[in-house]
């Protein structure tokens, strides 16, 4: 076993590393082990505490670049969350969202094969497609996938992330794991349009915005689809089952350029569901829930709060929007073979990430600028400096 926490000549590559879930994987990696990163992304806005720190180096750049491609597969772990991934974009951008959810991640698994990297690279739920109210679970392994027509842009995304997950699956010599995320949601999920981001960020970003606003939450065709809301720190701690269960291997022969040498691991050649099934909700019934715990967060009558308003998807999104009903995680092969199951109920989920966006948008009584956010974050990073750094559980895990 070469992958030990606390083995100090260990590297791992981010790519995305400054997006929502690359902040929250390289806190726990720089809280929960001695390995050093590599993390590459285009915009540092969430990790600028991070930039100096000695077991970090940060490279801005994308997938797009050939010698970004090549640096990052030096690397015997390369953990891929890069992607364009708001619904919003599937549509008016769908050339550029394939490209970046294709192009971009099959030159890095090319790259992979040859350098003898592990490659764990996050796809979407969204490559189940266009499930109906009634569909069941969907199986990593069983459920067939219906995408929805040409016409509807909408699944230019799932399209582009189903056929990296073929790829990769196809390609000789790669050691691959595919990750499945079902809506993951906490802090720094997404942005506020207007103040660090423009268009609609995804649904509990979005509603946030809307409660912090004064302004009515909208229910996209009724609010009638259903999702599984799952803790960012459920899907950390996750990475590091997933990590454990993958180190059959030589992870130090890439950076020293050595022979590779394997051993098979649980891990390799497997997708995995990543989602808490116990999370249900329709988006009706998510906005009534962040109605009500917005309300206990800011001390007034949830009557205050404005009620949610209906929205066609075409009319919110523009033409060729069209939505998956249901989204219900199959998880025991997570559960099985990496002794993994979300544990964090629905309302904690929503009062994280609801407190957080309360605080970090909301400054001496009125919306932050965009300069205001920026400093959130660093303020964020000093008031959390001084907590615990060696907690074990994701949540409490700060590093400085
Ligand atoms: C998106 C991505 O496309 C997936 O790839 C990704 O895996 C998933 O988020 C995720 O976060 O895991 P989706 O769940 O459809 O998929 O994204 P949201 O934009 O959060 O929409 C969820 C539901 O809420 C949809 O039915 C949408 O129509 C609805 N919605 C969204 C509203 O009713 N109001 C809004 O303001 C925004």
Not at 87 to 104: G, K, L
Not at 224 to 242: E, I, Q
Not at 290 to 297: H, L, N, P
């Amino acid at each position: 076993m070469n992958l030990q926490f606390n083995d100090r000549s260990v590297t791992v590559a981010i790519v995305g590393c400054g997006g929502f879930v690359g902040y929250h994987l390289l806190n726990a990696v720089l809280c929960r082990t001695k390995w050093r990163v590599f993390g590459v992304d285009l915009d540092f806005y969430r990790i600028q505490d991070k930039l100096n720190n000695e077991r970090c180096e940060f490279l801005c750049g994308d997938l797009a670049d050939p010698a970004v491609v090549e640096r990052i597969a030096k690397y015997p772990v390369v953990v891929n969350l890069a992607a364009i991934c708001t619904p919003s974009r599937y549509m008016a951008e769908a050339a550029a969202v394939i490209r970046s959810n294709y192009d971009h991640p099959a030159a890095l698994a090319e790259a992979c094969a040859k350098s003898g990297s592990w490659l764990i690279h996050f796809s979407t739920s969204e490559i189940y497609g266009r499930t109906a109210d009634d569909s069941g679970l969907l199986d990593e392994d069983s459920t067939p996938v219906v995408l929805g027509p040409v016409a509807a842009s909408r699944w230019s995304y799932a399209t582009a992330k189903l056929l990296t997950e073929r790829y990769m699956a196809g390609l000789s010599g790669l050691k691959w794991t595919v990750v499945r995320p079902f809506n993951f949601v906490g802090p720094y999920m997404d942005f506020m349009p207007g103040v660090d981001g423009e268009g609609i960020p995804r649904v509990l970003a979005n509603f946030s915005s809307a409660l912090v606003r004064g302004e009515p939450m909208k229910l996209v065709n009724g609010g009638v689809a259903r999702r599984c809301f799952t803790s960012v720190y459920d899907a950390v701690d996750f990475m590091f089952a997933l990590f454990a269960a993958g180190s059959g291997r030589q992870l130090n022969m890439a950076e020293a350029g050595g022979t590779s040498e394997f051993t098979d691991s649980p891990a390799y050649s497997q997708a995995f569901n990543v989602g808490n099934p116990d999370n249900e909700l329709t988006i009706a019934e998510l906005a009534q829930r962040m109605r009500k715990i917005y309300a206990s967060i800011k001390g007034v009558a949830v009557e205050s709060v404005p009620v949610p308003v209906e929205v066609s998807g075409e009319a919110y999104y523009g033409v060729g929007y069209d939505d998956s009903l249901r989204r219900l995680p199959s998880v025991g092969k997570a559960e099985r073979m990496l002794g993994f199951r979300a544990a964090t109920p629905i309302d904690e989920c929503l009062r994280d990430s609801l407190t957080w966006f309360v605080e970090h948008y909301f400054v001496d009584g009125a919306v932050a600028s965009d300069e205001d956010a920026a400093a959130s974050f660093s303020k964020d990073a000093t008031a959390s400096s001084g907590k615990d750094a060696t907690a074990s559980s994701g949540k409490n895990c700060v590093a400085g």
